[in-house]
């Protein structure tokens, strides 16, 4: 089963490229759900919200639609544990879990979270502070790109989130691999100019792939679809709308 969405709904330079002028921000999710079976939530990384907006949230979405939650920074920037942000943050997810609507929980680590013994540990009370939650995991860092790394996560069911993002030195190449029952892809955009040193952060996702580029990707999602029971498909491209084209564009193609 595939799912395909973006990187968050909730953007105000979406309002023309999608979203009709003059629609109130509270309906963007029921529009956007209308067209996409999926949509990864960003803003839990800044802030863990209540168990009241979430609900709010899943409401506002049909049977069979998934979220994808992003861990909150304090979870994967501080390498501490902390039981009470883990709690704090599984409390939050609660009404998406009673109405099956949890698709996995996102952990994205930065470039700086090196492929370590001191890592491998913290992943692994990680998934032990979310036990039962599925779990992905993105690394920024090459280094993490190792078959023992693979079959790690296999051994302890955590998967790995494959991502096309700017060709530099020691980012993650655009590979296919499947560790879990849930496969995962983040289309970043190719945007290498400001991927290091921009101004606002969103410059860094300002980028609109075209078809040549994401055909590429068309046999490496059918390899994640064929191993997996879920694959998730986001585009994280989203100034201006611009993930919307991508996860338009993608859809087309496997169709």
């Not at 040549?212 to 100034?239: G, Q, Y």
């Amino acid at each position: 089963m595939i799912y395909l969405g973006t990187s968050g709904f909730s953007y105000k330079d979406w309002v023309g490229p999608f979203y009709p002028q003059g629609m109130p921000a509270r309906d963007w999710l029921l529009y956007y759900s209308q067209e996409f079976n999926c949509c990864e939530i960003n803003s839990t990384y800044y802030a863990i919200p209540t168990a009241k907006n979430v609900e709010a949230m899943a409401k506002k979405t049909g049977e069979g639609f998934l979220f994808s939650v992003k861990a909150n920074k304090e979870m994967t920037h501080e390498y501490k544990g902390n039981v009470e942000v883990f709690k704090a943050f599984r409390d939050a997810l609660q009404p998406l879990i009673d109405q099956s609507k949890l698709g996995c929980v996102l952990a994205q680590f930065p470039y700086s979270f090196k492929n370590v013994a001191q890592s491998h540990s913290f992943i692994e009370l990680f998934k032990e502070q979310l036990a039962g939650l599925p779990l992905v995991v993105e690394f920024r860092n090459a280094g993490w790109l190792k078959r023992e790394v693979f079959d790690w996560l296999r051994s302890i069911d955590i998967g790995f989130c494959c991502v096309d993002e700017p060709r530099l030195p020691n980012l993650m190449p655009p590979i296919a691999e499947a560790t879990g029952k849930t496969a995962y892809v983040r289309f970043h955009g190719r945007n290498k100019e400001k991927w290091w040193e921009h101004e606002n952060a969103y410059e860094r996702y300002d980028y609109t792939y075209s078809a040549e580029e994401l055909v590429e990707w068309v046999p490496r999602i059918k390899k994640l679809d064929a191993s997996a029971e879920r694959t998730f498909l986001f585009a994280n491209n989203h100034w201006r709308g611009q993930a919307i084209d991508t996860i338009r564009q993608i859809r087309m193609m496997l169709e």
